[in-house]
């Protein structure tokens, strides 16, 4: 006999996973076996922006390798450190796009909705490190500010769920929202972007795909993945979960030193993301981002790793190289040819 208690730990074994992520650099370095020399700076590192990573994304990393590219990921270093010029805490010019708390304008037809400030895991590089949610984030009780100038702004044919990460939300929360985003006539297509699937694929709950398969809106999720590695068995279950409700699936990778700086490394993310039936979207030169400048590569090199991608791929599985300026009405392009 199935139970309510049954039901409601299945409704949130997600939130049970995540409560029992790593947040302590200790714990991670005992975990992986590591050289516990690494201690002070991943502490100093990780005053400044929390370690946060979730144990199924932890068993994915091989132990006793620090250079572990999915380990570089989520690790803080004494290179966060630094202060590089031309690093910043907003380096693709967000808070000027802010045309209400939590409801940003950058590119036309389309707008941002910050939802939460929350992830299920920090990555090092994240260009949103430092933004400052508090003021910002349209979170569920003061989102309707953000949807009522959805709805005046007929130009407006996509909404972007991010955050932090959209996903954070539950699903009862989240179809709410949905629902009154439905009611916008000129609304057609509704775009996640999300790294939940990926790092915590419990998240992909029945009920969450039956949510984006019912709705009116178009649904688009852009998921986040750097290296083929990450999409282990329970990656691959929630991406078809999400397929067989009708989402398309594209992937977004930001170019990482020591993490996928390399045309075999990418070519090989390619070809497991389309075994997934995820599509490689776009390949982001790092956003310049204070804290991150450690993974930085210039853009000879990246032009170089994406001619030697084009050796190894279809065309339709090498992603867009592109970055992104502050005050561009698009992703500028980086393209050797």
Not at 14 to 31: D, N
Not at 36 to 55: Q, W
Not at 126 to 151: I, T
Not at 259 to 269: P, T
Request: charged share 25%.
């Amino acid at each position: 006999m199935i139970t309510e208690e049954k039901i409601l730990s299945t409704r949130h074994a997600w939130q049970q996973e995540l409560s029992r992520a790593i947040t302590r650099p200790e714990e991670l370095i005992r975990v992986l076996d590591l050289d516990r020399g690494l201690l002070p700076a991943a502490y100093a590192a990780a005053k400044r922006f929390g370690l946060l990573v979730p144990r199924s994304y932890v068993a994915l990393m091989a132990p006793s390798e620090p250079q572990d590219p999915l380990l570089r990921q989520v690790l803080p270093l004494a290179e966060e450190l630094w202060s590089p010029p031309g690093f910043s805490t907003d380096p693709v010019g967000e808070r000027a796009a802010v045309c209400t708390p939590g409801l940003l304008r950058k590119y036309q037809g389309r707008a941002l909705l910050l939802l939460t400030g929350a992830c299920a895991i920090h990555c090092r590089y994240c260009f949103r490190r430092h933004f400052p949610y508090r003021e910002d984030s349209a979170q569920l009780d003061r989102a309707a500010g953000a949807v009522r100038r959805l709805a005046e702004d007929p130009s407006i044919r996509e909404v972007i769920l991010s955050g932090g990460d959209p996903l954070m939300l539950d699903d009862e929360p989240l179809a709410t929202l949905i629902g009154k985003l439905e009611e916008i006539p000129h609304l057609r297509r509704l775009r996640l972007h999300t790294r939940l699937p990926i790092v915590l694929p419990a998240r992909v709950t029945d009920r969450l795909c039956h949510i984006l398969s019912a709705s009116r809106l178009q649904p688009v999720m852009v998921v986040h993945t750097n290296h083929a590695r990450e999409l282990g068995s329970a990656a691959r279950s929630a991406l078809e979960r999400l397929r067989n409700a009708g989402v398309l699936l594209l992937n977004q990778s930001v170019l990482l030193r020591g993490v996928n700086d390399s045309a075999h490394r990418l070519a090989a993310l390619s070809e497991t993301l389309f075994e997934c039936a995820v599509v490689p979207y776009y390949l982001h030169l790092l956003d310049r981002v204070l804290g991150a400048a450690h993974y930085e590569l210039d853009e000879a090199t990246a032009m170089r790793i994406l001619d030697q991608l084009r050796t190894l791929l279809p065309g339709y599985l090498v992603p867009r190289l592109v970055k992104e300026t502050a005050g561009e009405p698009y992703k500028i392009p980086i393209d050797s040819k």
